[in-house]
């Protein structure tokens, strides 16, 4: 990954589902990272954290797109 402006595009507490949407965006060579905004105190305590999902800035529109073509019914 070449440095790129990232620009978050999904948040959630489910990190599962960001996960299938990352993969399925690198599926499509679209660059996607996760980050998460877990506290690493509360790591062990069940701690429902949110986590975004970010893309780079060119590819915005097109993951978008994609996600909203593909999870549409989710």
């Known amino acids: 990954m070449k440095n790129q402006n990232w620009v978050k595009i999904l948040n ?4 599962h589902k960001l996960e299938l949407i990352k993969v ?5 060579n679209i660059d ?7 506290d690493s105190m509360y790591i062990n305590l ?5 986590v975004e999902l970010y ?5 915005v529109i097109t993951a ?3 996600i909203k073509k593909q999870f ?3």
């Open 24 to 28: 399925f965006l690198l599926e499509q």
């Open 32 to 38: 996607a990272i996760i980050l998460s905004k877990q």
């Open 46 to 50: 069940n701690n429902v954290s949110p």
């Open 64 to 66: 978008k797109h994609l």
């Open 12 to 15: 959630s507490f489910d990190r």
């Open 55 to 59: 893309v780079a800035n060119d590819n």
């Open 72 to 74: 549409k019914d989710e």
